[in-house]
């Protein structure tokens, strides 16, 4: 399973990252996350992230790319699989364009695909509104 969205927001790339890559700071800006505890000091490969949303159990999501300045991706195990998370910024004439992508794969997931589907495209389309909201309005 995968989802992707993205949205334009009329603040510059650098912005974006700043509140993005604030990962500890998510719970003050997405309705997504309730905590986020750093189990590493900052956004960098193999660092990792103790993450509690609402109605899913917490998880720990390993760094698994960065971009400074531009995209991250992490992952976790869950419920019989892996979930990939990805983060993109991208400069636009006046702004800047995020896109977020999460990927559900691996043994359980085909079965398990049409309970968790739904919560995650909720999930995805959740934060890139608030981002939008936090970091400045455009349109998606």
Known sequence: MRHETSVVISAPPDEVWAVLADVPGWPGWTPT???VVALDD???VGHRFRVEQPGVPA???HVVEVEPGSSFSWATRFAGGRM??????RPTGDGSEVRLRITYSGGLAP????LVSRRIRRFVEAEAAALQRTCG???T
Do not use: D, E, R
Request: glycine content about 4%; proline content about 5%; overall charge neutral.
């Open 33 to 35: 996350v309730n905590s």
């Open 137 to 139: 309005t455009s349109s």
């Open 111 to 114: 079965l398990l695909t049409p």
């Open 84 to 89: 990939v998370a990805s983060h993109w910024i």
């Open 42 to 44: 900052g956004l960098q």
């Open 59 to 61: 998880a720990v999501w």
